[in-house]
């Protein structure tokens, strides 16, 4: 059960983080900056917004912890843990990996 469950949201925030990131650097790349710029403007813009969201996330199901449940509180770090790293790879890994591949699908 806590599988599934896991699995579900941390498909939900992970795809977010990284559509969110994406699109706006799309936009950016449509204006005309070079994928450096675009990627700083990015981070600069959207990064704020995804951090905040990752952060409040990560503080909304830390309230789990207090649970007298176990299985509760197992999955409350579980997550935490789990979203901690769907932000470091929304907010680190993707624009390196962007930056390395450049990727066709942003230029179209």
């Known amino acids: 059960m806590t599988t599934s469950l896991l699995t579900c949201i941390l498909v939900g925030v992970g795809i977010d983080y990284s559509v969110h990131f994406l699109w706006h650097l799309r936009e950016y ?3 005309g900056y070079d994928l450096d ?4 403007n990015t981070m ?3 990064g704020k917004g ?3 969201n990752g952060v409040s996330v990560i503080v909304g199901f830390s309230v ?7 299985p509760l509180k197992e999955f409350s770090i579980l997550i935490m843990a789990s979203i ?3 932000l470091i790879g929304g907010m680190a890994i993707l624009p390196a990996i962007v930056s390395l ?8």
């Open 29 to 31: 790349l449509r204006e």
């Open 37 to 40: 710029s675009a990627i700083s």
């Open 44 to 46: 600069k813009v959207s």
């Open 50 to 52: 995804i951090l905040f």
């Open 64 to 70: 789990l912890m207090f649970s007298v449940f176990m």
């Open 84 to 86: 901690s790293f769907c």
């Open 101 to 108: 591949v450049k990727p066709g699908f942003l230029y179209k």
